[in-house]
């Protein structure tokens, strides 16, 4: 059985009967668990633990924790760090949206790119 096609897009779900500040909380939250994944695929890529991923940050397990769990929103410095501690390239591309639509890159392997994508003034 095609699950994808009996249960659709979840965001065509989420346009049918969030309103606007709930939409841009699924946005943030997308975002989160962009990074969440990413810094989960570098460390099992490189067999690594929290603790040892922490070390090579500079922070400590419960902030690995937070960051993998979507728990914790960090800055732009913050991840522009993680990206440089991991050899990652990190992006930030911030446009007018097209057509209403989102659209975010999915992470791949030693790439950290996150397109903020909101509508101009």
């Not at 991923?53 to 913050?78: D, F, H, R, W």
Request: net charge negative; with cysteine.
């Amino acid at each position: 059985m095609d699950y994808k096609k009996m249960l659709g897009n979840p965001y065509d779900l989420i346009d049918e009967v969030a309103n606007e500040e709930e939409k841009k909380y699924f946005e943030l939250d997308d975002i989160l668990v962009d990074i969440a994944v990413t810094l989960i695929n570098y460390r099992t890529k490189n067999n690594l633990t929290q603790k040892d991923l922490a070390k090579k940050l500079g922070c400590t397990q419960a902030m690995v924790s937070k960051l993998e769990s979507g728990e914790y929103n960090p800055s732009i410095e913050q991840l522009w760090k993680i990206s440089s501690a991991l050899g990652l390239e990190f992006k930030v591309i911030f446009r007018e949206k097209e057509q209403n639509v989102t659209v975010w890159d999915t992470p791949e392997d030693n790439i950290f790119t996150f397109n903020f994508v909101g509508e101009a003034a």
